[in-house]
Structure formats: C-alpha cells, structure tokens
C-alpha cells in the first residue's frame, strides 16, 4: 500500500511496526455541537483507510477519542471551552451536552457507514494517563509552570515544527489572527499541557492534580489515550488538515519527549471539504449537516459517493449540483444491482473475480484512489463476459470497503419507490404541458429524463416508461 506521509511529504510505501497488525489513531470530534459535512468527509476517509487496509489482508487496532474537555475556542489554547460554550448555548451541564453530541456522532457515523471504533473514548476517562505524561515532562524539563498552568516549552526541541516543513513564519501562534499572546508563555509556540488558571473561571469539569484543580490541554489527550490504548509506537495517526498545526505538530511534541523515541510513523491527513464561502465550521453558525442533506431528500450515502468520487487530498467544495449528480448515479448503481440481483445466472468465475479484485485493490492501494476504485465497479457492471453470479460477489466484495449498501435490498426499494413517484410525475407534467401545446417543456422534460436513463414511451393507454 502506498500513502501520502505529511510527516516527509512523499507518497510512501506504508510498512507497520508488526507484520499484519495496524495501529491507527484518528482524531475524534469535540462534542458541543452537531458534525458538520466537512467533519464528516473526514471521518469517511479515516473509514475508508481502514477497510482499505483489511481489505488487503491487515489486522487493524484503531482507536478514536471523544473531546469532551479541553478543547478551547482557538485551536492554540485561547478562548472559552468548546463544551462550556455548547453547554451555555442549551442551558444544559458539559456532561449532558457530551452524551447528546456523542450519539448524534455515532448516528451521523452509522447513516453514512462509517464503522465506529471499538476503542472510542472520551478525554474525561483518561486523566490519570495526561497527568503521568506531564509529570514526566515536567521532570525531563520539557514543561514548566506559570502562572498556575503547565507549559510544554517547544524551544527545547530541534525539531518542533517537523511536521509543517518548518515553516515556522507561518505557523507561529502569535500571528495568527485572533490569537491573544499568553504572557505566561516563554515561547509564544509554548503550549499549555494543565490549566489550573485560565481567563473561563467557571470551568465544569475540573480534576485534582499535582498542580491544583485544574484540566487538561486539548493535545494531550490524543497522546494519553493513543499512548494507553495503543502502546508507545503507532503506525498511523489521522485528522483533517486543520489537525496539523497546531493539535498534531504538539501531540508530536509531548509524546515523543515523554516517550524518549519516535512515536508515529505516518500521519495521514484529509484534505478539508469548503462551501462556497470558504472553510465550513461550526462556529460559523450556519452550518450544514448531514439532517440538512437528508431533508433535502438526498441520502446520506448520497454523500458518501460524492465524497469517495474526489481524492480525499483535493479540496472539495460543496454543491448541491454536483450533489445531485450522485444521486443520479447512486440511484444508477443501485438499479443496476437489482436488476443483477433479479436475474442471477451463470457460473462463478473465479479468474475474472480475482483480476477485477486485483484492480480494485491496486485503485485503493495506490494512496487510496477511490475514485478509480468506483470506476472499476462500473467496469464490472458493464463487463459482457461476467456472469450475473460474478458480478454480484464483485459488488459484495468491492461493498466491503465502499459500504454504500450496494446489497441492501431496503435502500434499493427505497431509492425504487422515490424514482418512480419522480416519473410519474414527470409525465403527469408533460400530459399537462402538451394539452397546454407547451411542447416546448414536454421535450425537455422527456429530455430531461433521458438523461437520467429514463426512456418515455407514448403509447395508445397513455405514456410509460423503460429504465435504461
Ligand atoms: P472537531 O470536531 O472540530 O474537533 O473536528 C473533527 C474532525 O473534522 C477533525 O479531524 C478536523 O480536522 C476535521 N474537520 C474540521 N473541519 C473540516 C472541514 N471543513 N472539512 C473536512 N474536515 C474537517
Ligand atoms: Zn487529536
């Protein structure tokens, strides 16, 4: 498997730490407030990785967190708490708000078949684990005190901005716009691993700890709970690209200092999703989710394939064009399988099933080309030498990393209802248009429809219809 490494920029040849076995850490979502479809894409991709890997043959121990506590309104540890904030909003406790954003999480996840980790835990659980991490810093010298918080002091690295190409100008929190400097800091890039001070008094959840009452730093948490539930060397750590600096480039810090080694040997980064005004986000307000989509009446899996047609390292920008460009081929597919599914003849090829594997695999494998990998499922539905039986174990096959319910007879009736209610009353328009002798718009309805692969047939009893 090959896959771009943002650690030395390169597509590379992915190797793990022990032969068959992938540990793989992907960032999971602060739970104030519902995923946004950029989030989303996201978590799609990390999907994707993983059934891309067991598709080939690994075993994959992934683990995810929950932020429930720490995370602040900056990125770089300004601002008001995230959970306090989504708790003030409604009027509920931190604890509340992060049960019903976790489920709505998990129901988001479940909608778009993305696979849960097993291993998802929330920040809060694991605060034993952040405090023997800062201790140890503490005592390596790698983190100070001031002020009543604990600092990681990045001067003492070489190597601190390893992961952005040192392109320390940049990146610097200082000026970043917003940003207020920390006047406890002694490098403004310092982070802080233990608030036992901040300008939000009224902080929920506080635990004791070796420095007073206080909580953890947002970093720290991916490196306490990777660390805990993975072991000291992972091979795969995931997150949107926002996650590379600063939450990633400090995870790196604190935990290879902890550790006295090298922590992670690729970092794997997903390329944001943009609406038309730019970066999506949930502070923006307004935001789109995946229940926004589905009142439109676009499935979530609707999404899912929009997401999969583009390379999870392009920016995509949303439309409900090309939106509903996917659902026309999604209902395509979904078609084309049952009518598969309906007439299932032949005998089982074993050669043409392992040479279209192979392709898909090579699509997937080739810093996962899902793209090329859809369009090899179409290759298959077209192919004339298949058997019908072939093809069906293909579409399961390929189905185990696309997960796009090509085989769940629920979502084709579904998709067969809503269609054909859409003929009908496309041609109820066209009866209209024509005896109004606009036939002008009876052509472009039929035209419309051909489109779609929906062919009209004026016959004696009226009109009917043949899908392509
Ligand atoms: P959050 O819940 O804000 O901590 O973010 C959860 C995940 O979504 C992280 O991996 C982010 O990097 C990622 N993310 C945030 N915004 C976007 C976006 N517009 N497009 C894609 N991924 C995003
Ligand atoms: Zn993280």
Wanted: proline share 2%; glycine share 6%.
């Amino acid at each position: 498997m090959k896959i771009y490494n943002t650690l030395t920029r390169k597509i590379e040849a992915f190797v793990p730490n022990e032969k068959g076995i992938v540990r793989m850490y992907t960032c999971g979502p602060t739970v104030y407030h519902y995923a946004h479809i950029g989030n989303l894409r996201s978590y799609i991709t990390e999907d994707i990785l993983e059934k891309t890997l067991e598709y080939i043959g690994y075993q994959v121990d992934r683990v995810m967190n929950i932020t429930d506590v720490g995370h602040l309104s900056s990125d770089s540890d300004s601002g008001e708490d995230k959970m306090l904030k989504g708790a003030k909003r409604e009027h509920k406790s931190v604890l509340d708000i992060a049960a019903f954003y976790t489920d709505a999480f998990k129901n988001d996840c479940n909608k778009l078949h993305i696979r849960i980790p097993e291993k998802l835990i929330p920040a809060t659980s694991c605060i034993d684990e952040y405090i023997h991490i800062i201790e140890r810093l503490l005592e390596k010298e790698y983190a100070y005190i001031s002020g009543g918080n604990i600092y990681f002091d990045t001067s003492k690295l070489d190597d601190y901005y390893v992961l952005t190409n040192h392109k320390e100008d940049e990146m610097v929190v200082g000026v970043r716009e917003g940003v207020e400097k920390d006047a406890n800091k002694r490098n403004q890039a310092d982070f802080v691993l233990w608030f036992t001070k901040s300008k939000f008094d009224d902080q929920e959840l506080k635990w004791d700890s070796p420095w007073g009452y206080g909580y953890p730093g947002w970093h720290i948490e991916c490196s306490g709970i990777g660390i805990k539930y993975l072991g000291e060397y992972m091979d795969i750590h995931c997150g949107g690209v926002d996650n590379i600096f600063p939450h990633h480039t400090n995870e790196i810090a604190q935990s290879e200092s902890f550790l006295g080694h090298k922590w992670c040997n690729y970092w794997v980064h997903s390329e944001h999703l943009n609406d038309e005004t730019g970066k999506m986000s949930k502070s923006k307000g307004d935001f789109l989710t995946l229940s926004v989509l589905e009142e439109k009446g676009y499935s979530p899996l609707v999404y899912r394939l929009f997401c999969l047609n583009s390379h999870y390292r392009k920016t995509l920008v949303f439309s409900y064009d090309i939106l509903e460009q996917n659902k026309v081929v999604y209902e395509k597919l979904l078609r084309r399988v049952s009518s598969i599914q309906a007439n299932l003849s032949g005998e089982f090829q074993a050669t043409d099933f392992e040479k279209y594997c192979t392709l898909f695999k090579e699509a997937l494998k080739n810093d996962l080309n899902t793209s090329n990998a859809i369009t090899i499922l179409f290759d298959v539905l077209k192919d004339e030498g298949l058997t019908n039986l072939t093809k069906l174990k293909l579409i399961g096959s390929f189905d185990s990393v696309l997960s796009l319910g090509l085989l769940d007879s629920a979502i084709s009736k579904t998709v067969d209802a809503e269609l054909e209610q859409h003929i009908l009353k496309m041609i109820e328009k066209r009866r209209e248009a024509k005896m109004n002798k606009d036939f002008m718009l009876a052509d472009t309805i039929r035209a419309n429809l051909l489109d779609e692969g929906i062919v009209l047939k004026d016959t004696r009893e009226g009109t009917t219809y043949e899908i392509l």
